[in-house]
């Protein structure tokens, strides 16, 4: 049941909820919008009817529309915005320390919202969120790696990681996790219309909201790579589920440098089709 339900008292009969319904199946009777039961299975519960409601009137999935942020004129200045994506760096230093538990929360809470294909909701965020349990997942990493190069095991083209290997264990250089003291993997079920776009979405939303709160990150491929191809057995210990498509893993905590300015990029590559 959707439990779509207005508040006859506050509803000011506007009929936004029913034009912006994507699905089209908010009807109005007696002036007040409804759902025909025979058309609730078509809902996308995209919220789209619960979001436009000026009045806060609109209720469905059993929310509390007072439990919502009010947007009114609450959106980032423009300006400051480009410097966000402008100035956003890959960090490869970082702070000794773990994230405080809340904004560590918040940050995961947030990043959940990015879209999804077909509003599926499904991708799901591995984390390590102390940086205890991340050196335990790097040295089991790195003693995984060392066993594939002493046994010369290491796939063509990925020769590269026997460096790695090699100042990690001469000098104690960490090149795959950088010394962040945390870990974020996005999946999500490979049966979804749209998986690896989802995961890589749902990472930039994160990458874009913790650098707005000083959080350092870093696309890190290269453990990418080792969790994907050179020991999937890592996914077993980080309890990924078999049926989902890793779409990709950060690192990020509280960076160990500041950043002066945005660098310059030549100029964007725009193709004007037709």
């Known amino acids: ?51 436009i409601c000026p009045t806060g009137s609109l209720s469905i999935l059993g929310l509390n529309p007072a439990e919502s942020l009010v947007l009114g004129d609450g959106y980032p200045d423009p300006v400051q915005l480009e410097r966000l994506i402008k100035g956003r760096r890959s960090v490869r230093r970082y702070k000794d320390e773990n994230l405080d538990p809340a904004l560590f929360q918040q940050l995961l809470e947030v990043a959940w919202h990015a879209p999804t294909g077909v509003n599926s909701r499904q991708v799901q965020f591995t984390v390590l969120d102390s940086k205890e349990k991340t050196a335990q997942f790097r040295d089991e990493v790195m003693s995984g790696l060392g066993k594939l190069v002493r046994e010369n095991a290491l796939p063509a083209g990925k020769e590269f990681y026997a460096n790695f290997v090699r100042v990690w264990e001469e000098h104690g250089l960490d090149i795959l996790f950088r010394g962040a003291p945390h ?28 650098q707005s709160n000083g959080v350092g990150t870093l696309w890190d491929g290269l453990l990418n790579w080792v969790i994907n191809d050179l020991l999937p057995e890592t996914r077993h ?3 990924i589920p078999d049926d989902h498509l890793i779409g990709y893993a950060m690192v990020f905590g509280y960076p160990d440098i500041h950043y002066t ?8 590559l725009i193709h004007r089709a037709l």
């Open 1 to 51: 049941m959707l439990d779509f339900t207005i508040n006859k008292q506050s509803c000011i009969r506007c009929g936004s909820c029913v034009a912006d319904c994507p699905a089209r199946i908010i009807a109005i009777a007696d002036g007040y919008p409804f759902i025909p039961e025979e058309k609730e299975a078509t809902c996308y519960k995209c919220q789209h009817c619960f979001a």
């Open 183 to 210: 870990l974020i993997i996005s999946s999500v079920p490979k049966r979804v219309a749209s998986p690896m776009q989802d995961t890589l979405i749902a990472l930039s939303y994160f990458e874009l909201f913790a």
């Open 237 to 239: 210990t980080l309890g």
């Open 261 to 268: 300015r945005t660098v310059q990029h030549t100029p964007a």
